[in-house]
């Protein structure tokens, strides 16, 4: 398993946007998935984005296409989560999940690292 922090949330208007930030303890050229989930209060938690190692596939919730961008620094060992036009059904804690799957897996059980989460809240 690989150690991830995540960064980033914090409090926002609706409309606004937020980046979140995924840092991995180990080069992520040895993690071929990252990807971001979430848990909005009271509901269970859910699939947001995932990008392969190379960056070249990337898979988004039905949801948060157009809004939303998943990309990745190898170099940096990071992830990031683009967030634009959010809102107040966005409020959640956000995850950032690893795996040495390849595929772009939506399921949670597929990846089996994951940071501690961030709080995301966007007010209206």
């Known amino acids: 398993q690989v150690h991830l922090v995540e960064a980033g949330g914090g409090l926002v208007q609706a409309g606004g946007s937020l980046r979140l930030s995924c840092a991995a303890s180990?080069?992520?050229?040895?993690?071929?998935?990252m990807a971001w989930f979430r848990q909005p209060p009271g509901k269970e938690r859910e699939f947001v984005a995932a990008?392969?190692?190379?960056?070249?596939?990337?898979n988004y919730a039905d949801s948060m296409k157009g809004r939303f961008t998943i990309s990745r620094d190898n170099a940096k060992n990071t992830v990031y989560l683009q967030m634009n036009s959010l809102k107040p059904e966005d409020t959640a804690v956000y995850y950032c999940?690893?795996?040495?799957?390849?595929?772009?897996?939506?399921?949670?059980?597929?990846?089996?690292?994951w940071g501690q989460g961030t709080q995301v809240t966007v007010s209206s």
């Open positions: 990008i392969s190692w190379s960056g070249g596939t990337t």
């Open positions: 999940a690893a795996t040495r799957l390849s595929a772009t897996s939506t399921m949670y059980y597929d990846y089996n690292s």
């Open positions: 180990e080069r992520t050229a040895s993690i071929y998935t």
